[in-house]
């Protein structure tokens, strides 16, 4: 820290002894002093002169009325001047001609004969040096003199101090002051300031030669009731140094002010120009604030993302993966909790999603979900899995708890649902209980197997996973890891089922049927592999293998005239956007035209709505044919079925079964008229009599197939018209009119 430079000016009486100043040397006045004590007159002027002239001090003679009356040899070389100069610009050009504390010295000197003090004095070259300043009064002659003797400080006083660490001169303290990038000003006991070094002129505008001596707050009243006021005030008072930061309005300045008392009283303040950190900091607080800002952002996308995982958004419940964690959870608490996964499941949402609405349908689940939260106790666990499967996992409940609760499930979910219109659901429920240490994948997969159960047994109950559904889940996943093995294994196959068109019972179509030879379990149909095919996405290969070996066998059949192969395409494949475009590449390949093939879609696949009527549409624009499989048995609305490329539509074979029944005629006629107004062909498969072929004949169906008629069977045993006894032509005593379809060599394609 810089010491306060001492220019204590005006307390300083006659000879005082310099004592900051280190070890002056004998001053002229010391000399003065002793000589003057003992000498005659005429001694004592030629002493003064001897002095005058080879002192090594600076000495100007003044008059009585304070002119210049000469110099001395050295006061010409301290100064860089002549002493013609020195005459001419007078004792007080030496020194800055405003600084007041000048003038006031040479008040002091008028009233008290002498004066001494630190000065900066200025060469000819406008440079400065301190140096010690002594004036006084001497008698020559009858009128007396004055003069001003002064001398370097610089050098000395830094020797000085050199030989004396830590102690500082003056003239150093005020070249620091002068050279440190700090404001600096000094003030006195009074409050007048007695130093302003150069940076703090230029800052505050001011001049030293005007503001040195000046009353601080006269000068500078807008420091009045600040910060810096009381900060001054209470370091002069207190002497303890004190440090603030604040702003200085008048200078539009951020300063950082350390302000420390003086030995001689008053004090000594340092500023600092603080903006640029300030401005660097309030950047730094704004960045700060900004990131601070961004984390929270991140911290709640994270946790949203942490919900979204764990949530299911639309009820609020838990996600599959949340509910895993919960149960994790639960299960960390007690390990030997007793668990049973309830699997519930809304009978037929997607008639009521499809028929009323999104919108609609998710009301109904939310509504669903809240009453399925408030009959689950408070610690189970309550889960939509996505659609309309929910799953709640109770935790220690006994078999009959277990049971009511499902049956209140089942009970809450018959109060109707108030959703503009009043809606009725019903929901089936598959329970797994676990009697060993729980392992929630498999009880979910043991609920869900129960499930299938409770709906393929009329929906609407309860139904508990048992053994035998063990075996069938195990048997299950068996199936699932052969069938991934099947297709490299080249294990499937293709049967043909001929459809005869009733009117001259010649074959007209055949259905391609997968097969799966199994190297342990022999034939497996499709009803037992291709639900799993569809639930691990390997439909999406089967489907392809299927597509291309009936393409493939479509082109041995081309001699046949409108002859059509169909395939069976699962509602999986044609929501695949990319399956018209690999459909036509595979036409392409075979050479095959394209109406030699159609394919068939079923009832239910139309109900997935906009997605299906364009792969649909696209089909269709390629003229593959495109018929409407097991019709009657979805629940897609008649209405809609306006909406899609229809060319053939298929009767159920359920249907074919009732026909001895007048509903089942009234069912079949309707189809066919159905079928008439939308400008497609009606197929009925599963003929099994020939009543119910004469009845299909009679009530205008085109074409069917059946055991009666033939069965699925490999290509090259595919009889080509209705076998004799089951033709009811014959049985009615009329003849087919064509016997036998022509051979491929004899009759091209019409
Ligand atoms: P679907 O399309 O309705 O096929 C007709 C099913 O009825 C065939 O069973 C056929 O063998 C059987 N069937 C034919 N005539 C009669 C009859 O007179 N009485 C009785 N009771 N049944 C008859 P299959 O071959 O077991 O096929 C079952 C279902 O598997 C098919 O029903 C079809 O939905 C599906 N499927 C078959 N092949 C494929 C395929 O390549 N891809 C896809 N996605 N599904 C296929
Ligand atoms: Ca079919
Ligand atoms: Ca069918």
Not at 45 to 65: K, N, P, Q
Not at 141 to 148: F, I, N, Q, T
Not at 387 to 406: H, K, Q, T
Request: glycine content about 8%; some cysteine; hydrophobic content about 40%.
């Amino acid at each position: 820290m810089i010491a306060a430079p001492e220019h204590g000016v005006r307390s300083q009486s006659r000879l005082t002894p310099m004592a900051e100043h280190g070890q002056p040397e004998p001053s002229i006045d010391r000399y003065a002093e002793v000589i003057l004590e003992s000498a005659p007159s005429t001694l004592r002027s030629s002493v003064y002169e001897a002095l005058f002239v080879h002192g090594l001090d600076g000495v100007l003679i003044t008059s009585a009325d304070g002119r210049t009356l000469g110099a001395n040899a050295r006061a010409c070389q301290l100064l860089g001047r002549t002493e013609h100069e020195l005459i001419e610009l007078g004792a007080d050009g030496i020194v800055g001609r405003r600084d007041r504390r000048w003038r006031e010295a040479r008040e002091t000197q008028a009233r008290e004969g002498a004066f001494r003090g630190v000065f900066r004095l200025r060469r000819s070259d406008g440079s400065t040096f301190p140096a010690e300043v002594t004036t006084g009064t001497f008698p020559d002659g009858d009128c007396p003199r004055g003069y001003v003797s002064f001398r370097d400080v610089s050098t000395a006083e830094a020797e000085a101090a050199r030989a004396e660490p830590g102690t500082r001169t003056a003239a150093e303290v005020v070249d620091d002051l002068e050279s440190i990038s700090d404001m600096y000003i000094g003030v006195d006991a009074d409050w007048r300031m007695s130093y302003i070094n150069a940076q703090a002129e230029a800052r505050l505008g001011v001049c030293r030669d005007e503001v040195v001596g000046e009353d601080i707050w006269d000068r500078f009243p807008e420091l009045l009731g600040t910060a810096f006021e009381s900060t001054y005030r209470q370091v002069a008072r207190t002497g303890r140094t004190a440090t603030l930061e604040a702003h200085y309005d008048e200078a539009d300045l951020w300063c950082e002010a350390r302000v420390h008392a003086l030995r001689r009283g008053g004090i000594a303040i340092h500023f600092r120009d603080v903006s640029d950190r300030r401005a660097t900091q309030q950047e730094r607080e704004r960045l700060l604030t900004a990131e601070r800002a961004a984390r929270a952002a991140a911290e709640r996308a994270r946790r949203d993302l942490a919900r979204i995982a764990t949530h299911d958004e639309l009820t609020g419940l838990l996600s599959r993966a949340g509910l895993l964690q919960e149960v994790d959870r639960v299960l960390a608490g007690r390990p030997e909790a007793r668990l049973t996964v309830a699997f519930i499941d809304l009978d037929r949402f997607t008639l009521v999603n499809d028929s009323l609405g999104h919108g609609v349908g998710d009301r109904l689940l939310s509504e669903f979900g809240r009453r399925l939260t408030a009959l689950a106790g408070p610690a189970d666990p309550v889960a939509r899995f996505g659609g309309d499967e929910f799953v709640v996992v109770l935790v220690d409940r006994s078999a009959e708890e277990v049971g009511r609760f499902a049956q209140q499930v089942i009970e809450a979910s018959r109060q109707p649902v108030d959703v503009g219109a009043r809606l009725l659901v019903t929901v089936s429920v598959g329970l797994a209980t676990a009697t060993g240490p729980a392992d929630l994948g498999i009880l979910l997969r043991g609920a869900d197997a129960a499930l299938h159960r409770a709906k393929d047994g009329g929906r609407e109950r309860a139904v508990w996973f048992d053994e035998q559904m063990h075996v069938e889940s195990v048997r299950r996943v068996e199936l699932e890891s052969d069938l991934r093995t099947a297709l490299d294994r080249d294990e499937l196959f293709l049967e043909y089922q001929p459809a005869f068109d009733l009117r001259v019972e010649r074959i007209c179509h055949v259905e391609a049927l997968v097969r799966w030879r199994h190297p342990d379990r022999g034939l497996v149909g499709p009803v037992d592999f291709i639900p799993v095919a569809e639930e691990t996405g390997l439909i999406h290969p089967i489907g392809e293998l299927v597509l291309a070996r009936a393409i493939e066998q479509a082109g041995r059949w081309a001699h046949l005239p409108e002859f059509r192969v169909w395939v069976n395409v699962s509602p999986q494949q044609l929501a695949d956007h990319g399956f018209p475009a690999r459909l036509a590449a595979q036409l392409d390949r075979a050479g095959l035209p394209a109406h030699r093939l159609g394919v068939e879609v079923t009832e239910s696949a139309l109900a997935d709505g906009s997605r299906v009527g364009e792969v649909l549409e696209r089909i269709h624009d390629l003229e593959v044919a495109i018929a409407i499989d097991d019709f009657g048995t979805g629940y897609s609305s008649l209405a809609r079925l306006g909406e899609f490329p229809v060319d053939v539509i298929k009767v159920d074979k359920s249907f074919v079964h009732d026909l001895g029944t007048a509903r089942g005629e009234a069912l079949v006629a309707g189809i066919v008229t159905l079928a008439r107004a939308i400008g497609a062909h009606v197929i009925a498969e599963g003929v099994e009599t020939l009543a119910q072929l004469t009845a299909l004949s009679a009530l205008g169906v085109d074409s069917a197939s059946g055991y009666l008629l033939a069965r699925p069977s490999a290509p090259e045993h595919l009889p080509l018209t209705i076998p004799t006894e089951a033709s009811y032509r014959w049985r009615l005593g009329v003849h087919p009119s064509v016997g036998r379809v022509p051979r491929r060599s004899s009759s091209p394609e019409r």
